[in-house]
């Protein structure tokens, strides 16, 4: 079936460091991808997607391109700031199924000044 | 942007007690909602999806008369978890979409529940 791997967490960085959080995926067909973010007390909110191979999503700095030949659709922050702390949700959509998400664990980010 | 309210936020009740959980679209009309549950270091797993004005259908391996769902207007889905044990203790989050497509699919901020 359909799944999503993302790295384990939590990830603890110093302002302006680079992120990198990795998400791999299995699914039949060809999914739309999706980044989700959630910061402290709220709810999950679309942060960037890509809908076929070589998309690259791009939203508030943060990247992530959808490789098919790797399965992957990881996440990257050239500087990160405090404010992106938060817990990151890498997450698919398989067409054929609805438009339910298929969601990874979720990866904590702590960004220290 | 669209909101969507989810409430409680966090809920503790006793063993064999019933607690229900609201989730409402404040500026859209949610044709479809999703309810999911979340165990510590665990994927979002989704549990059903309503339709508004039709039963919800749930995933494999949830129980239906335990997690009751309600669709009854544009702007309101309720999630009901009846006669609550321990094991129901987890996570809760909702998620509605507006007309169109996936990208149109908001949050609830979840609901936390703890049966002791």
């Known amino acids: 079936g359909n799944s999503v791997t993302q790295m384990e967490g939590p990830v603890t960085l110093s302002e302006e460091a680079f992120l990198t959080i990795n998400c791999t995926y299995t699914a039949t067909g060809y999914p739309s991808l999706f980044w989700y973010v959630q910061y402290p007390g709220e709810g999950l909110q679309l942060l960037l997607k890509a809908t076929k191979a070589d998309d690259k999503g791009s939203n508030k700095g943060f990247e992530a391109t959808y490789r098919k030949e790797t399965t992957s659709f990881h996440l990257e922050k050239g500087s990160v700031q405090v404010s992106d702390s938060a817990v990151y949700f890498c997450?698919?959509?398989?067409?054929?199924?609805?438009?339910?998400?298929?969601f990874g664990k979720g990866t904590t980010l702590s960004v220290s000044s | 942007g669209a909101v969507v309210s989810q409430h409680p936020s966090r809920v503790i009740c006793k063993s064999g007690t019933s607690v229900k959980i609201e989730c409402r679209s404040l500026d859209f009309q949610a044709t479809t909602m999703f309810w999911y549950r979340q165990f510590p270091k665990q994927s979002l797993m989704l549990m059903a999806t309503?339709?508004?004005?039709?039963?919800?259908?749930?995933e494999q391996g949830v129980e239906k008369d335990k997690f009751l769902i309600n669709h009854a207007s544009l702007t309101l889905s309720t999630l009901t978890v009846t006669s609550a044990h321990p094991e129901d203790s987890s996570f809760y989050i909702c998620s509605a979409r507006d007309r169109g497509t996936i990208e149109k699919l908001f949050f609830g901020s979840g609901t936390q529940l703890s049966v002791l």
């Open positions: 309503s339709n508004e004005g039709s039963k919800a259908t749930y």
């Open positions: 997450a698919l959509s398989d067409h054929q199924a609805g438009t339910a998400l298929i």
